[in-house]
């Protein structure tokens, strides 16, 4: 079935390290895009990538890193830097880029400082 | 940049029951998208609705673009309708940036 896969479900993190989130997509979408969830919050976008190896900052990108190497795979480091990492993080594609296609979300990371 | 705003914040409905929700939105739209979060947290998408009416099944949803807000219909409501209902927008003009509103957390009781 196409669609957009997230993993882990759920990650922990210690203090000082890098995680990488995945996300890939199978749907052809020219688009996609990273978004954290607090609690009790909406999403608000980290980065967005509208081709291969090209990417923008979001409104909360501090933190984080991107790569789009392949049309498929858009991964996502929270990187030591990013102090309040405990979130929720959704994935995101769409078939084009300015807003003229539907969104389509993964089933979303949980991570956690340990 | 665009202020998204839902109403109500909460809703407690009895099984069987019809809502409204409602999102205003401060500026013109290209796309204007429903989702339902559920407990699991997963987002599912509902309608893409820049303006005009859509229906699937038990929920409809119309936007008036010119006026900037859009209801969401939920008719004959079931538990598993029970979660939080995201409006979000993406602006006339601006590169991809979906912008949500803090949503509606409904909980469908017996």
């Known amino acids: 079935d196409g669609g957009i896969t997230q993993s882990p479900k759920y990650l922990f993190r210690k203090e000082g390290q890098n995680v990488t989130l995945s996300c890939e997509q199978n749907?052809?979408?020219?688009?996609m895009y990273w978004y954290r969830q607090d609690p009790g919050q909406g999403l608000r976008l980290i980065y967005y990538?509208?081709?291969?190896?090209?990417?923008q900052k979001g409104d909360i990108a501090e933190g984080y890193s991107v790569s789009r190497e392949k049309k498929e795979s858009f991964p996502l480091t929270v990187t030591s830097a990013q102090k309040n990492p405990t979130a929720f993080y959704l994935c995101?594609?769409?078939?084009?880029?300015?807003?003229?296609?539907?969104?389509?979300f993964g089933d979303g990371t949980r991570l956690s400082i340990l | 940049g665009i202020q998204v705003e839902q109403s109500p914040p909460d809703l407690i409905l009895q099984e069987g029951a019809n809502s409204t929700l409602r999102c205003n939105f401060s500026?013109?739209?290209?796309?204007l998208q429903w989702f339902h979060q559920n407990p699991w947290g997963q987002l599912i998408n509902l309608f893409y609705?820049?303006?005009g009416t859509k229906q699937n099944g038990r929920l409809s949803a119309t936007t008036v673009a010119t006026e900037r807000y859009s209801l969401l219909y939920i008719s004959s409501s079931q538990t598993t309708d029970s979660g939080v209902y995201f409006c979000?927008?993406?602006?006339?003009?601006?590169?991809?940036?979906?912008?949500f509103g803090t949503g509606t957390r409904l909980q469908v009781t017996l």
């Open positions: 995101a594609s769409s078939m084009t880029e300015w807003g003229h296609q539907p969104q389509h």
């Open positions: 749907l052809n979408h020219d688009a």
């Open positions: 990538s509208q081709i291969v190896n090209d990417f």
């Open positions: 500026d013109s739209v290209n796309n």
């Open positions: 609705i820049p303006s």
């Open positions: 979000a927008v993406h602006p006339t003009g601006t590169a991809s940036k979906l912008t």
